[in-house]
C-alpha cells in the first residue's frame, strides 16, 4: 500500500464554482505531479512541482492550478468549473522517476 | 514531442495462451519507459520499468530503441491478469514528468 493520500474521494460541484484537491505525498518524495482521468481515457499530465516550484506543466489552461507546501504535499485548484472538467484526478509523488499514486478524487460538474 | 501510443483499447486473451500488450513511443532524449496497471477497484500501480530488467507476475518488457518500442508479454495469461494497462515514459532526470498512453483493457478468457 502506497503512503499518497487524497482527499476528497468524491465531489460533486457546479458549474462556475471553484474546488481544491489536496494530495499528501508518501515520505521522504519531493515531486508531485497531479493528472486528470477523464472516462476511458489515459492519466492527462496537469503539471508538477518539484521542491514547492512548478515544474512543468501539460496543456492544462491557467484556470487550473496548484500548490506544494514545505512538507511536500500539495493542492489542485480549479476555477469556472466546466462540465469537462468532470473527471477522476490523480496525485502521485515520485522518487527517482517512479511515481506512486493515490486513489483519485472523482469530481462531478453539474 | 513526448507520446506514448498504444494501439489497442481492447485486447482479449484465453487463459494459458501469450499476451502481448503493444506501446511505442516518441522521445528525443533518453527514456525511461514504464508499464502501469490498474486492477478493478484499485488504484494505478506501477507494473515493472525497462531500468530494473525485472520479471513481475510473469510479464517482461524489453525496450527497442530502433522500433520505439516496449511491448509488454506473458507467456501464459491467468485470470488475474485482467485490468487496465497503461504504457508511461519519463525522462532520465528525477523531475521529468510522466506522460501516460490510452490504455489497453486486457480481458483474459476462462
Known amino acids: 500500500e502506497t503512503g499518497v493520500t487524497q482527499s476528497p474521494t468524491h465531489l460533486i460541484?457546479?458549474?462556475?464554482?471553484?474546488?481544491?484537491?489536496?494530495?499528501?505525498?508518501?515520505s521522504g518524495h519531493n515531486t508531485v505531479s497531479w493528472y486528470?482521468?477523464?472516462?476511458g481515457q489515459g492519466p492527462q499530465f496537469i503539471f508538477q512541482y518539484y521542491r514547492e516550484e512548478e515544474n512543468g506543466r501539460g496543456n492544462?489552461?491557467?484556470?487550473?492550478?496548484?500548490?506544494?507546501?514545505?512538507?511536500?504535499?500539495?493542492?489542485?485548484?480549479?476555477?469556472?468549473?466546466?462540465?469537462?472538467?468532470?473527471?477522476?484526478?490523480?496525485?502521485?509523488?515520485?522518487?527517482?522517476?517512479?511515481?506512486?499514486?493515490?486513489?483519485?478524487t472523482r469530481l462531478t460538474v453539474v | 514531442a513526448q507520446r506514448v501510443t498504444q494501439p489497442e483499447k481492447l485486447?482479449?486473451?484465453?487463459?494459458?495462451?501469450?499476451?502481448?500488450?503493444?506501446?511505442?513511443y516518441?522521445?528525443?532524449?533518453?527514456?525511461?519507459?514504464?508499464?502501469?496497471?490498474?486492477?478493478?477497484?484499485?488504484?494505478?500501480q506501477l507494473l515493472l520499468r525497462h531500468i530494473s530488467r525485472e520479471s513481475i507476475k510473469g510479464f517482461t518488457a524489453d525496450l527497442n530503441k530502433g522500433e520505439t518500442s516496449f511491448h509488454l508479454?506473458?507467456?501464459?495469461?491467468?485470470?488475474?491478469?485482467?485490468?487496465?494497462?497503461?504504457?508511461?515514459?519519463?525522462?532520465?532526470?528525477?523531475?521529468?514528468?510522466?506522460i501516460f498512453g490510452k490504455g489497453t483493457r486486457l480481458h483474459i478468457l476462462p
Open chain 1, 13 to 26: 460541484k457546479t458549474r462556475g464554482q471553484q474546488v481544491t484537491l489536496r494530495c499528501s505525498s508518501q
Open chain 1, 60 to 104: 492544462f489552461p491557467p484556470r487550473f492550478s496548484g500548490l506544494q507546501f514545505p512538507n511536500y504535499s500539495s493542492e489542485l485548484n480549479v476555477n469556472a468549473l466546466e462540465l469537462d472538467d468532470s473527471a477522476l484526478y490523480l496525485c502521485a509523488s515520485s522518487l527517482g522517476g517512479q511515481a506512486f499514486f493515490g486513489q483519485g
Open chain 2, 26 to 44: 516518441s522521445y528525443s532524449g533518453s527514456p525511461e519507459l514504464f508499464w502501469y496497471v490498474q486492477y478493478s477497484r484499485q488504484r494505478l
Open chain 2, 11 to 24: 485486447l482479449s486473451v484465453f487463459k494459458g495462451a501469450p499476451v502481448e500488450l503493444k506501446c511505442n
Open chain 2, 73 to 98: 508479454k506473458k507467456p501464459f495469461a491467468q485470470e488475474e491478469d485482467s485490468a487496465m494497462y497503461y504504457c508511461a515514459l519519463g525522462g532520465m532526470n528525477r523531475d521529468d514528468k510522466i
Open chain 1, 36 to 39: 486528470q482521468q477523464a472516462l
